[in-house]
Every structure is written in C-alpha cells, then in structure tokens.
C-alpha cells in the first residue's frame, strides 16, 4: 500500500529518454503554455492516456451490448463536455480518441487567464495565480494547473482583495496598452519614392 505520506507518482515519463524529436516538442509545448516543467507536460499526458483507455475499453464492451457501458460511457463524455474539453453537442466516443494533449493544456488555468487577456505572457499567468493575484467566482485558485470547467469560465477575475483588481493600477494599464497593440491591424507600407536618388 505504501506510505501515506509519500504520494503515488501521478504520470508517466517517456519510455525512451533521449529522442530529439520528443524533446523538441516538449520543449515547444513548455513555451507556448507557459508550463513549469515536464512534468506538467507528462502529467497532462498521463491524464490524456487514461481518457482515452476508458474510451477504448468502453468501447469494447458497448459492442457487447453492455448497458453497464453505456452509463459509464454517458458519464465519461458528460465530464469531458463540462470540462470543455470536448464540444457541446453529441460527442462520441471517437472523439475521445481524437483528442490530443493540447485540447487539455489548453483548459489549464494558466492557458485561460492569458487568453483572456488578465495576464501579458503564460509565465506571467502563472506567477500571477501563484500568488494569489487571480480568482475563479468567489474563491482564489492558486494552482496554474487547475483545469476550468466550461461553467467557470465566465467567472475568471482578478481577486477582489489584490492590487491588481484596481483598473488604474500600473501593470494594468500596461497590460491594456500591449493588448491594444497587439490586436491593432499593421500599419500599411508605403511603396519607395519613384526616380530615388
């Protein structure tokens, strides 16, 4: 059983670890989502892989003609659909199969406060969750890796007791500059004086 004070890993590390083309990837995923270290990458994997397990086993067993399966498979898709990960609608099961480790990277808090435009860089979302700056409704989260619920995604703030929940507050109006010039269309270029020197 083990010691409860030593908790069981919660991933799965790579099987081969030295493949430049694995750690190439990795090491772009790391950046685009601002994530700590690998293992958030892996974990986020892990939890992909078990998804998508349960899908194949239910699988199996609705051909069968389980009704046990059918439950366990209208709950696994509920639960994906309130997390966002899959769409509103009728999903299926091959939509489990077809999802990647993005479409869960991409529901991390983290990810979701800088889409949002609360925070300048995914790094900065997460210093910014770590220290208490943001909140979700009433309650502060402090975890980057706490993966949003469709339901609470409206809810995302800054928390009512930070500094940063003031508009006037420098790295807000900072923040709002650099949105604004991110989103502005490129000046057009002018074409070069004809009969130049």
């Known amino acids: 059983m ?61 051909r069968a003609g389980e009704d046990q399966a059918r439950r366990e498979t209208d709950e696994l898709l509920g639960r994906l659909t309130r997390l966002g990960v899959l769409p509103v609608g009728t999903p299926s099961i091959d939509d489990v199969l077809g999802l990647s480790t993005e479409d869960l990277l991409r529901r991390r808090f983290e990810w979701i406060t800088f889409t949002k435009g609360l925070a300048p860089t995914p790094y900065g979302a997460r210093q910014w969750i770590v220290h208490g700056h943001l909140a979700i409704g009433d309650h502060r989260v402090t975890r980057p890796g706490y993966l949003v619920a469709s339901a609470e995604e409206g809810q995302i703030a800054y928390a009512p007791t930070s500094p940063l929940a003031n508009d006037e507050h420098a790295v807000r109006v900072e923040l709002r500059e650099r949105l604004a010039a991110r989103s502005a269309p490129p000046e057009p270029v002018s074409p070069p004086p004809e009969g130049g020197a």
């Not at 430049?20 to 772009?28: D, F, L, N, P, Y």
């Open 2 to 62: 083990g010691d409860p004070k030593f908790l069981r890993r919660m991933y799965e590390t790579p099987k081969h670890p030295w493949e430049a083309s694995r750690i190439e990837e990795e090491r772009k995923l790391l950046q685009k989502y601002g994530l700590k270290n690998k293992r958030e990458l892996w974990k986020a994997q892990s939890t992909l892989r078990n998804f998508r397990r349960q899908a194949r086993d239910l699988q199996a067993r609705l």
